[in-house]
């Protein structure tokens, strides 16, 4: 035997060593073949998944879609038909006569406004709702805000004030879109402020961003409530919200409706004092073209 070869012994070692390492090796690629073909697997129950949910959202949206357009009809009737007996068209009502009409009408516009509100949430979901930026100024934005709430604070202790900024008043945005969102923090606060004052606020920032703030002295959310206010269905527990209906969905949208602006909401409040529901949104909506910029 040459000097130079490994003892037998080592050479079996050696056999032994390589044998139980390519079983090792045979399992482990066994076992990566079956991992590999466990996470296909789970890749298409994922995106089976996905696609149920796709289609389950697409149903719901289309289901919103028909009954909002079914509701409508009938509620606008309801509206309609209050409208005119209010207005005395037939006849003077009693007062209890009036008091029941004035009912049924504010019944059906929150109605309205629910179906509305459903809707909405519906198509952002299935990704069918559109941004429509445009250029627009800071005043007539809260004129049209002022006028539409005015009848409103005609009819409540609540002093209604906007401040607009002195300078950087043009915007670059869905002007719709923003508009319901300051509609629905307005009429939050309106509604949860017995007396006292709503502030309507807008300031800039590097003008770049700009914060719209709705201030109010009314009965402010407890810190437990404050996190899951913009979640879908929630309202507040407290005893003027149990005497307010709502669809819990106002927040909620207005959620949405900032993300798709690019920018985002948020809360302080302290019971007892008052709330401020804050928007914060890009002054030039992003993706608009140089043409659009020079039509400013």
Not at 80 to 95: A, W
Not at 133 to 139: D, Y
Request: hydrophobic content about 40%; charged content about 25%; overall charge negative.
């Amino acid at each position: 035997m040459n000097q130079l070869d490994p003892p037998r012994s080592e050479l079996a070692a050696l056999r032994s060593t390589l044998a139980e390492q390519t079983r090792v090796i045979d399992a482990l690629n066994l076992e990566l073949a079956e991992t590999n073909s466990g996470v296909v697997a789970l890749y298409a129950e994922l995106e089976d998944r996905a696609e149920q949910l796709r289609q389950a959202i697409e149903l719901k949206s289309r289901f919103l879609s028909y009954m909002s357009h079914e509701f409508r009809t009938p509620l606008g009737a309801i509206s309609s038909i209050s409208r005119i007996l209010l207005d005395h068209f037939d006849g003077p009502l009693t007062v209890e006569q009036e008091k029941q009409v004035r009912f049924i009408r504010g019944s059906a516009e929150e109605l309205t406004d629910m179906v509305n509100d459903l809707l909405d949430l519906a198509k952002i979901e299935a990704g069918r709702i559109t941004i429509s930026p445009g250029w627009f100024e800071m005043f007539d934005l809260f004129s049209a805000l002022r006028g539409m709430f005015k009848p409103i604070v005609d009819a409540k202790s609540v002093n209604l004030i906007f401040e607009e900024p002195a300078n950087h008043s043009h915007l670059y945005t869905d002007h719709k879109k923003l508009s319901q969102i300051l509609r629905n923090f307005i009429s939050n606060a309106l509604k949860f402020t017995p007396e006292g004052v709503v502030r309507v606020k807008a300031v800039y920032h590097d003008v770049e961003w700009v914060t719209f703030s709705v201030s109010d002295t009314g009965i402010g959310i407890a810190k437990e409530y404050q996190a899951q206010l913009f979640n879908d269905f929630v309202q507040v527990d407290s005893p003027i919200q149990r005497h307010l209906r709502g669809s819990g969905l106002g927040l909620s949208l207005s959620k949405h409706l900032a993300e798709l602006l690019g920018g985002s909401v948020s809360i302080e409040s302290s019971l007892g004092v008052g709330s401020t529901f804050s928007l914060t949104v890009p002054a030039r909506l992003p993706g608009f073209t140089e043409e659009d910029q020079r039509g400013g």
